[in-house]
């Protein structure tokens, strides 16, 4: 249900809407200002604050923190941050007469300084951690990014989740369980393409196929981080790229209701329309031919 080639077109295209608003969100005219009504004055230098201090919250829990079940599986700067952006956002949305239409770029694009900050720090740890590996500087960094862009998607969605709920703690669980799926998601993907490999064997197989040359051991697993960065970065631009995008044409909706399943929407935004529709087709197909048959019994 998924194309690579899809998700690759909603990143691009979601990208495309989303700079622009960034742009316009940090642009120095006084009178061009919404984000001071969330953050409050100098919202500029509030948002960079609020970034910074869930940063620090973040390792400070991990440090001394309680000891959580899969506490080490879970970014705490990241899960700081997006509660603190998500409580001024959901204020301003619900408790509030202020917010209207035009607002959801600069909402949106405010997350970005948190965005930049939470990509950075993931992705010096991921590094620190994968320079040790075989396949040296290249493939760590590589993966250092695909990480960063992984946290980079969680956040997009996680803080969308929640402010696009009234019901707060409905949303907390849905956004829960979602998280979860994703991450088994990943995790299996790694598995595969990382600690079993798939590509760098496929393609060390072909070259010393042909050239009758044996590959050192680090170019294989070289291979395989290519292919999961490649593979990961593609699916982590898409959920940030169809997160803004259904954000975007849904914002009016909720001003209106209080409520728009953003995660469920996204979902559906993912899947490839042309494989959708012939699965549809399919179906309909089978169902007239078991009505038919049915008939046929009949007469």
Same mark, same amino acid.
């Given at each position: ?67 959580? /079940? $899969?506490?080490?599986?879970? @970014? #705490? ?6 509660? !603190?952006?998500?409580? +001024?956002?959901? *204020? ?68 969308? /989740? $929640?402010?696009?709920?009234? @019901? #707060? ?6 956004? !829960?369980?979602?998280? +979860?799926?994703? *991450? ?68 009016? /909706? $909720? ?45």
């Amino acid at each position: 249900m998924y194309n690579v080639k899809w998700l690759a077109t909603i990143a691009r295209d979601g990208l495309d809407d989303l700079v622009p608003a960034v742009r316009q969100a940090f642009n120095d005219d006084p009178t061009d200002d919404r984000l001071a009504l969330v953050y409050g004055a100098k919202p500029r230098r509030n948002i960079l604050a609020i970034a910074m201090a869930g940063v620090i919250a973040g390792h400070l829990f991990s440090l001394a923190g309680p000891g959580l /079940a $899969l506490a080490e599986f879970i @970014n #705490w700067s990241a899960v700081m941050v997006g509660a !603190a952006y998500a409580g +001024l956002i959901r *204020r301003y949305l619900f408790r509030t007469d202020h917010a209207g239409p035009q607002d959801y770029p600069w909402l949106a694009a405010s997350m970005a300084p948190a965005i930049v900050l939470l990509m950075l720090i993931a992705a010096v740890e991921q590094l620190v951690a994968g320079t040790q590996e075989p396949s040296g500087f290249v493939g760590a960094v590589l993966v250092a990014l695909t990480v960063a862009l992984g946290t980079a998607a969680a956040f997009t969605i996680a803080v969308a /989740a $929640l402010c696009f709920s009234r @019901n #707060w703690w409905r949303a907390l669980w849905d956004l !829960a369980v979602r998280l +979860l799926v994703f *991450r088994i998601m990943v995790f299996i993907t790694t598995l595969v393409m990382l600690e079993i490999g798939v590509i760098g064997p496929l393609v060390s197989g072909i070259i010393g196929g042909i050239f009758n040359f044996h590959l050192p051991d680090w170019i294989p697993e070289l291979f395989d981080q290519i292919g999961y960065a490649v593979v990961l970065g593609i699916v982590y631009l898409a959920v940030i790229g169809a997160t803004w995008t259904v954000a975007r044409d849904r914002f009016g /909706a $909720l001003l209106e209701t209080g409520q728009v399943n953003i995660l469920t929407s996204v979902a559906l935004m993912a899947r490839d329309p042309v494989k959708v529709e012939k699965k549809r087709q399919k179906k309909l197909a089978r169902e007239a031919r078991k009505r038919e048959r049915k008939n046929q019994r009949k007469s």
